[in-house]
């Protein structure tokens, strides 16, 4: 059975603070891992990570995946109020088709 | 681009009502459409991957008979919750992939249907 597990669970910063979220996976045949935020209604798409070592930039958010320790980082500099969301990391796997299977979250909280 | 519209956002009802939640990909084509639980506080729980043409793949543990859905078009699939009860409450939540592989593509949400049977 596919599993995802997600550091920390809860987060609480101030704005302009840096913060690093983790996720590890156990999943057979890996094919990706996806980053999404979710605020009030349904998660929005982050990043979709393949390939190890290559990272992923989207403004103040960064990802990269390591496959051999079998984890990925959301990095997320400079942090503004507007971040304060639940960050889920998922992952697919070859067997399990176009399933996902997605982690518990981190939620971060940006404090003023 | 990818956008997922999920109606209706929010529905009150009775105990033994049946409720339709439809899920749409606006600027793709979908050949697969998933259906998420979600609860309070905790993360999406698959409860269905639906595909055009064909019958949906049910995760294990949910009912076929209590959640029906029907993949009709490329661009359009349906949650029917059956004679909801107030344990059916809950958020659901939809998300559809474009063509291609899958691993090349990622899923989008639609924006949920929070669902409150009394």
């Known amino acids: 059975e596919d599993k995802v597990v997600q550091s920390p669970l809860s987060l609480v910063v101030h704005e302009g603070d840096t913060v690093t979220l983790n996720c590890s996976y156990e999943?057979?045949?890996?094919?990706?891992l996806l980053w999404y935020k979710q605020e009030k209604k349904a998660p929005t798409f982050l990043f979709m990570l393949t390939s190890s070592g290559i990272e992923k930039k989207s403004g103040r958010l960064s990802s990269i995946l390591d496959k051999k320790e079998l984890s990925s980082i959301l990095n997320i500099t400079a942090t503004q109020t507007g971040d304060s969301a639940i960050y889920l990391c998922?992952?697919?796997?070859?067997?399990?088709?176009?399933?996902?299977?997605f982690g518990e979250g981190t939620q971060l909280t940006v404090n003023p | 681009g990818a956008v997922v519209s999920q109606h209706p956002s929010r529905v009150i009802c009775k105990s033994g009502t049946s409720v339709k939640i439809e899920c749409r990909s606006l600027d793709f084509q979908a050949t697969t459409m998933f259906w998420y639980r979600q609860f309070p506080k905790q993360s999406l729980m698959l409860m269905a991957t639906?595909?055009?043409?064909?019958?949906?793949?049910?995760e294990q543990g949910v009912e076929k008979d209590k959640f029906l859905i029907n993949h009709a078009s490329l661009t359009l699939s349906t949650l029917t919750v059956t004679s909801a009860h107030p344990e059916d409450s809950s958020f659901y939540i939809c998300s559809a992939r474009d063509f291609g592989h899958w691993s090349n593509q990622p899923q989008h949400f639609g924006d949920g249907t929070r669902l409150s049977i009394l």
């Open positions: 639906s595909n055009e043409g064909s019958k949906a793949t049910y």
């Open positions: 999943v057979t045949n890996f094919r990706s």
């Open positions: 998922a992952v697919g796997g070859e067997t399990s088709g176009s399933r996902l299977t």
